[in-house]
């Protein structure tokens, strides 16, 4: 039972241009959206978050966009680099303190940037 | 501060063999939770622990021991190698105060292949 849905599952993308990458999600006690970045050989690390409160976040270039009627949030990366190809996972959970250490991941992207 | 360490980098095991990855944190983090990610799978949450003493199970915890006697270390015990198990295991800890909510640090991994 997979809760959170990633899509795609591999993307390629010149370089300059806009990488997205959505997520769905099943359980609406869910309160707490990340996004992770891993490259190879490491572990991920988180990129950016947001919670359901704001519909937009925004940090330089990377951007979360969140709809929560229809439980839905992406990932967007403008002015895409070489840099940027990595494999890329959203994830969900719930803020409250008990819930710390149980993050439900996507299934992830291969994010691949053509110079 | 070396973050989240894990040892060892890469194991081989026959099937049926035991053995223990390691996980140490030095950020004197409360959570800590163990992962193993799979192709297509994202990240699935074996087991984790909000605390020394206090333990609990993820989404595939089968075949999977932990126990957490100190804040810094979160030992995870396969008791019956078996084939399924081939995967990479992540080591994550994380704390609630002034987050936006569970910003998970990862360490680097332990790439597991069971004969």
């Known amino acids: 039972q997979q809760q959170v849905k990633q899509s795609p599952q591999s993307l390629i993308v010149q370089k300059g241009g806009i990488s997205i990458i959505n997520c769905a999600y099943e359980?609406?006690?869910?309160?707490?959206f990340p996004w992770y970045q891993q490259f190879p050989g490491k572990g991920p690390a988180l990129l950016i978050a947001?919670?359901?409160?704001?519909s937009e976040k925004k940090e330089g270039r990377f951007t979360i966009s969140f709809n929560k009627s229809a439980k839905q949030f992406s990932l967007h990366i403008m002015d895409s680099q070489p840099g940027d190809s990595a494999t890329y996972f959203c994830?969900?959970?719930?803020?409250?303190?008990?819930?710390?250490?149980?993050?439900?991941f996507g299934q992830g992207t291969i994010l691949t940037v053509h110079p | 501060n070396a973050g989240v360490t894990q040892t060892p980098k890469f194991q081989v095991l026959k099937t049926g063999q035991s053995m223990t990855l390691q996980c140490a944190q030095d950020?004197?983090?409360?959570?800590m939770s163990w992962y193993r990610q799979d192709p297509g799978m994202g990240l699935r949450l074996i087991h984790y622990?909000?605390?020394?003493?206090?333990?609990d199970q993820g989404e595939v915890p089968n075949g999977y021991n932990v126990s957490r006697s100190t804040t810094e270390d979160f030992p995870l015990r396969l008791l019956s190698a078996a084939p399924s198990q081939t995967s990479v295991y992540f080591c994550?800890?994380?704390?609630?105060?002034?987050?936006?909510?569970?910003?998970?640090?990862f360490g680097p991994g332990t790439r597991l292949t069971v004969l």
């Open positions: 994550a800890s994380s704390s609630p105060s002034g987050s936006l909510g569970d910003t998970q640090y």
């Open positions: 359980n609406t006690a869910f309160d707490y």
């Open positions: 947001i919670r359901p409160d704001v």
């Open positions: 994830a969900a959970s719930k803020a409250g303190g008990t819930s710390y250490g149980k993050l439900t």
């Open positions: 950020m004197n983090h409360e959570y």
């Open positions: 622990s909000v605390g020394a003493g206090i333990t």
